[in-house]
């Protein structure tokens, strides 16, 4: 610090000499000159002159972390990560050891007719197990025909359970003999029970869809009879017509020309 104060005396004085001009120079003036001279001249300014001069590459070099305050801090890792290492390997021996352990088998109870079992003998068990041999259960049980067991139904003027167990047959499915069928008999079943809206409508679905049925006369005089049941009576001669004109040569046609006379 006391140098740094010395150095910056010196250039003030220097300064200072350098602003007068040379035709004001006093006394005072060359004392300054001769002192800032002397000081300048110093060993100590000398030696700050010479320091500030040196290149750049000859310069202290800045202070290096202590070493072995490095080492230190790497042992302490290494032995951490010595720590987890062996942590994590007894966790995997424990898996595997935990994986090879077999679980525990239960004992299963023993029914009290095996235990019975095992006091008779063979021959006994034997004769037992041909007398009590299972049903075959490869013969699948035997189906039933709907249609079929609609008309035992029908037979036995069971109309509702035919109603219930052709459900679904009002429209002639498929078009097959067998469906013409069951929806020939679902109407009888309906006629039956006065049902004469379902019979109406059938009938004429009937007669339409499977024109060249046998039983189509027969389901159009149905309509005609469900017509004049519920006072549609010109309706219903109409419809008795259309079947004498259709089916000259079928005896519905007699019938309903005997109806039509009757009525």
Known sequence: MFKKIIILFGLVALNACATSSPNNATPNSEMAVQAASEVLAAPEIQAASDIAQQPESESLPYPTLDKQNQIDQLIIKINQLEEKMAQLN?????????????????????????????????????????????????????????????????????????IEQLRGADSGGDGSPNA???????????????????????????????????????????VGQCQWQIQQRD????????????????????????AMKQK
Request: aromatic content about 6%; overall charge positive.
């Open 90 to 162: 007894t966790r995997i021996r424990q898996l595997e050891r935990h994986a090879q352990t077999p679980p525990p088998k239960v004992a299963r109870p023993t029914p009290p007719s095996a235990t019975k079992r095992k006091l008779l003998p063979e021959k006994t068990l034997t004769i037992k197990a041909q007398n009590h041999a299972p049903e075959q259960e490869d013969n699948p049980p035997p189906t039933v025909n709907p249609l079929q067991a609609a008309q035992n139904a029908y037979a036995q003027k069971q109309y509702h359970t035919v």
């Open 180 to 222: 013409q069928q069951q929806m020939f008999l679902l109407l009888q079943s309906h006629l039956k029970l006065n049902h004469c809206q379902s019979v109406i409508q059938m009938g004429r679905h009937f007669a339409s869809r499977f024109s060249g049925s046998p039983n189509a006369p027969q389901a159009l005089f149905a």
């Open 235 to 258: 309706i219903a001669k109409d419809t008795w017509r259309d079947i004498i004109r259709r089916y000259p040569q079928s005896p519905v046609a007699q019938a309903a020309a005997h």
